[in-house]
């Protein structure tokens, strides 16, 4: 989308003349649009696809970007689950073994554990 900016110079020979100035910066990022009164006007786009599972953002060169969140919390007591909504939940896991003759516990490197 191409936003023109028009300018008017006074020439004396021949009257007035009108230049138009180009006011997109041609960088995804921004919305751009011409004022009346202040010219040329770069606005932010809001980016953000409301998804909690994603990272997001925009840069000059690439435009605007949504990079999947990793939900890994590296311990091995929790399950890890991604959701939309509220992003990554990690859940205790459970190593009861319904056996009353062993003890369970849980290691975070190694996960469940019985003695």
């Keep these: 989308m191409i936003i023109m900016l028009v300018l008017m110079i006074l020439e004396i020979d021949s009257g007035c003349q009108f230049i138009e100035i180009d006011c997109d910066d041609y ?8 004022d009346t009164e202040w010219g040329c006007v770069k606005t932010w786009k809001d980016y953000d696809d ?5 990272d997001d ?3 000059y060169d690439y ?6 969140v990793i939900c890994n919390d590296n311990d091995a007591c929790t399950d890890d689950s991604r959701y939309h909504d509220t992003g990554c939940v990690y859940t205790e896991i459970s190593c009861d073994d ?10 975070n ?7």
């Design 27 to 34: 960088n995804e990022c921004t919305d751009d649009s011409c």
């Design 50 to 54: 409301y998804d909690a599972c994603t």
């Design 57 to 59: 953002g925009c840069d």
């Design 63 to 68: 435009g605007i970007w949504h990079t999947k």
């Design 98 to 107: 319904n056996n009353k003759c062993t003890d369970d516990w849980c290691c």
């Design 109 to 115: 490197e190694t996960g469940c554990q019985y003695s």
